[in-house]
């Protein structure tokens, strides 16, 4: 893939690999504050000129690790059973996906779909990159059944920011005490429910519960 960093040889692919498993580990254990030069380098075992040969500085060190986060969450939809043909339950099960995804790290979900890194902005041919392998597996599982005046990728895009909505209000919520008589208990079970509820409103209302 061409990108503003370029790629390493055959040679340094082990290396780097190394390199970005320690990324992932830091960004996981510190958040991205811990995302220097400096950390990665120890962390990974080398010096900072290593990160300099392989990455080209932190930029490049952050869209290898936005890469590769999106990667991972890719992984996650590949790993889902066959579709079934019921658009909703493909749907539900996609987006349930997506929410395990991010409360499993809440950290690396904040660095891919925020701006945690002030000035950080993503290689536009990583971020179409991530697109196709993520926000378009979702428009394949609602094409069949998106109303005929309704573009599939408009209606898979509400689905999508729904489901993204709630999953990141309930990070937030799950990292504050909540007020007093919150309707939400602090289990995973309420959040759950309510997350496929307000999928399930949303799908009748485009009219994709097939």
């Excluded at 099960?93 to 997506?98: C, D, E, G, P, V």
Aim: hydrophobic share 40%.
């Amino acid at each position: 893939m061409a990108t503003r960093h370029s790629h390493p040889g055959p040679a340094e692919t082990h290396s780097r690999e190394r390199f970005l498993q320690a990324a992932l580990t830091i960004l996981v254990q510190e958040g991205v504050a811990g995302l220097t030069v400096r950390n990665l380098a120890d962390a990974a075992g080398s010096s900072t000129v290593g990160v300099y040969t392989r990455f080209g500085g932190r930029s490049g060190v952050l869209d290898a690790l936005y890469e590769r986060t999106f990667e991972l969450l890719h992984q996650e939809f590949v790993r889902l059973p066959e579709r079934t043909g019921r658009t909703a339950g493909d749907i539900l099960a996609f987006a349930r996906a997506y929410r395990r995804f991010a409360l499993e790290s809440p950290a690396r979900y904040g660095f891919m779909f925020e701006r945690p890194v002030p000035g950080f902005d993503p290689d536009p041919n990583l971020r179409a990159h991530a697109q196709r392998h993520t926000f378009d597996l979702l428009v394949d599982r609602i094409r069949a059944a998106a109303p005929p005046d309704m573009a599939a990728r408009v209606a898979a895009y509400l689905v999508w920011t729904t489901m993204h909505g709630l999953v990141s209000v309930e990070l937030t919520n799950r990292q504050r005490t909540s007020p007093p008589g919150w309707f939400l208990d602090p289990g995973d079970d309420s959040y759950s429910r309510v997350f496929t509820e307000g999928l399930t409103a949303v799908m009748r209302g485009l009219g994709v519960l097939a």
